[in-house]
């Protein structure tokens, strides 16, 4: 008996020292592996972790590809995925938004191999084209004949958001292109409640086909779900406290092919 009092004033030492969301993560370990939390990881800092993204897959998507090593098995255009633990979610996800960054990107073009050209990580600092975003040129719309020719720079609207409840996994949702309609809107109805936290409400995130003029894509769709009880709310905060600061290092591999088919020429 006093061996088992002993491992449960442990177990509560050990969620109490880690904070609420901490608390949340460990509680989704087996049982038995609750006393040892965090071995092993001492000397990691949050520099030494990539955050998923919560994404959204295409015909274009690297990991729908069998022949891509980012390859994720069973994986089908309109599901949303996690590209890090490469977790897919058979339908819509309830997330809970801690907070919300804009970044740019500036992408190689692929038929010279694609990746990041330049990029900056709260849109307003330039990278290694300009100092300052504003006054870039890849940062301006182009006229051409017929009209006119989205920026080579694109901007990202990025929410750091818990997924089902799962606070031991956090993830980003990178919107951009024509996905920055949803953007504003979703920033619209966090607005909407007046002085509450960006974490104080659910929300629900599908996905839905649309088309342009570059052809048919999937887009995300967004609706707000009710208040989070008192026990999630804490431990948001936390998490937020924790993660607040910025620049978070995000998995980016393979998003610069959702743009061949999202482009929207008709601007935001």
């Known amino acids: ?9 442990r177990d509560e030492q050990a969620l109490a020292t880690q904070g609420d969301a901490a608390a949340l993560a460990v509680s989704r370990v087996p049982e038995y592996m609750m006393p040892d ?28 590809k069998p022949s891509s090593p980012l390859f994720i098995e069973g994986l089908s255009e309109g599901q949303l995925f996690n590209t890090i633990s490469q977790e897919v979610y058979k339908g819509p996800v309830k997330i809970l938004p801690l ?3 804009k970044t740019r990107i500036k992408f190689n073009p692929l038929d010279e191999g694609g990746g990041i050209d330049c990029q900056s990580f709260n849109a ?27 920026p080579a720079c694109n901007l990202f609207y990025n ?31 966090v607005r909407m409640y007046g002085n509450s936290t960006m974490f104080s ?35 948001a905060k936390t998490m937020f406290e924790n993660l607040k600061q ?18 929207d020429d008709a601007g935001m």
């Not at 008996?1 to 004033?9: L, V």
């Not at 051409?144 to 020719?149: D, Y």
């Not at 910025?246 to 482009?263: C, I, M, S, W, Y």
């Open 124 to 150: 307003i600092n330039g990278g290694r084209h300009a100092e300052v975003c504003a006054g870039c040129q890849f940062n301006q719309w182009v006229p051409t004949e017929s009209g006119t020719e989205r």
């Open 246 to 263: 910025r620049p978070l290092k995000v998995d980016v591999a393979g998003v610069e092919d959702e743009f061949t088919e999202q482009h």
């Open 159 to 189: 929410y750091l958001v818990v997924v089902n409840d799962d606070f031991g996994a956090p993830a980003v949702l990178s919107m951009k292109s024509s996905q920055l309609k949803v953007a504003k809107t979703f920033n619209s109805l």
């Open 1 to 9: 008996m006093a061996q088992k009092d002993k491992k449960q004033n």
């Open 201 to 235: 409400r659910y929300y629900e995130v599908a996905s839905v086909p649309e088309s342009n003029s570059m052809g048919e894509f999937y887009n995300f769709s967004i609706k707000p779900l009710g208040w989070v009880p008192e026990e999630i709310y804490r431990a």
């Open 99 to 101: 907070l919300v960054y």
């Open 37 to 64: 939390a965090g071995l092993g990881t001492e000397d990691m800092t949050r520099d030494d972790f990539t955050l998923p993204r919560l994404a959204l897959c295409q015909s274009m998507t690297r990991q729908r």
